[in-house]
């Protein structure tokens, strides 16, 4: 059972059998009828409704080459099915190397997700976290977590109370926390998280990573992203936002079970490469009008870096700063460093590689 904490006499969040973050009301607006359960059932119907109309443009069959570039196996070509075949499919081809490895590709040398249908003919190129420029791979890696803490804290509290999901801030790995901002209910503007409200949060997010769940991406009209997300007021001004920087008003989704959430990507392939995962802190920052923006932040390795106990409290201790001028600091240096070069990144790989020590941890 999922850890009961107590707010004003009260529980704060619902206990759900088997560890899992209960439902809850995502409208900001009182007037919705929705319960929780009809309100995911409602965005995802609006979103398999989409999917469906896309996929049903490419009536029959049409084939594209795709030709590998980089290090390895170069000149290998596929011939795919346009608007169907992924980056992964065109790693199965290849070897279960590619296939677990692989945690973005370079389509034309645009980043793209690996379960994100190719569109025509292209070059093709696949990208690890052990490259010598992984800096993709960092950030998707990052905007993945994010995503993923998004849907921890949605989800966690009690029915009665409003969880309004802002944004999350593209934040530079070398930062050393992942961030969301949240407006809780009013209600709750004078709580701040005990650890153990943390570890429940920290569980539920174990409990994504466990059951292995692909991320998928889909392109669409600004009214479709509109439609799914109408009752909550952040997400609706984000949308426009998105909208008014390209002529066609497309808007990027992606989702992860029935969780879906407006964010440009690309994103890791599936939530399992994610390993040690902690949410780590809450801070408060300025109001929203009459709302109090909560910065969740948190950590995480994946599965293919391994980080020691010491290092890791080390790494935890740094992501509860909170994430604001450091962030702005930041933003100027390069993100292509590898995540294990990364000053909070510190660890030790599963071959027993030595680890790097730096200044000021």
Not at 92 to 112: F, N, R
Not at 181 to 197: S, Y
Request: proline share 6%.
């Amino acid at each position: 059972m999922a850890v009961a904490v107590g707010f004003c006499g009260s529980r704060l969040w619902r206990a759900v059998p088997g560890g899992g973050a209960g439902w809850r009301r995502i409208a900001t607006s009182t007037a919705s009828q929705l319960s929780p359960a009809a309100l995911i059932e409602m965005q995802n119907d609006v979103f398999n409704r989409e999917k469906g109309r896309q996929s049903s443009l490419t009536p029959r069959t049409e084939k594209i080459e795709v030709r590998l570039v980089g290090r390895t196996d170069p000149g290998t070509t596929f011939v795919m099915n346009k608007n169907v075949s992924t980056p992964y499919s065109c790693a199965m081809h290849l070897s279960e190397w590619y296939c677990k490895k692989s945690i973005l590709a370079l389509v034309d040398g645009q980043p793209w997700d690996m379960y994100k249908p190719l569109t025509k003919s292209c070059e093709i190129q696949f990208l690890t976290f052990k490259d010598r420029d992984p800096g993709e791979v960092n950030k998707a890696y990052w905007r993945s977590c994010a995503m993923m803490m998004g849907c921890v804290i949605e989800r966690a509290f009690k029915d009665e109370y409003l969880v309004s999901l802002v944004r999350a801030p593209e934040v530079p790995v070398i930062a050393g926390a992942f961030c969301y901002d949240v407006v809780l209910d009013k209600r709750l503007d004078e709580w701040m998280p005990t650890r153990e409200n943390l570890r429940s949060f920290t569980k539920d997010a174990n409990t994504l990573i466990y059951k292995d769940l692909p991320f998928e991406t889909l392109e669409v009209d600004a009214k479709v992203a509109l439609e799914i997300f109408q009752y909550n007021r952040y997400k609706v001004d984000l949308i426009e936002e998105k909208a008014s920087q390209n002529p066609e008003r497309i808007v990027k989704l992606h989702r992860f079970g029935d969780f879906i959430d407006v964010t440009e990507g690309p994103l890791i392939p599936r939530t399992s490469i994610c390993s040690q995962f902690e949410v780590s802190a809450v801070h408060n920052l300025q109001a929203t009008g009459s709302s109090l923006v909560r910065r969740f932040q948190g950590l995480s390795l994946p599965v293919h870096l391994r980080a020691h106990f010491t290092i890791w409290t080390k790494l935890l201790e740094r992501s509860r700063k909170l994430e604001i001028d450091r962030i702005q600091a930041m933003k100027a240096l390069p993100t292509n460093e590898p995540i294990m070069k990364c000053p909070h990144l510190l660890y030790r790989d599963s071959s027993g590689e030595s680890v790097t020590q730096w200044p000021g941890l």
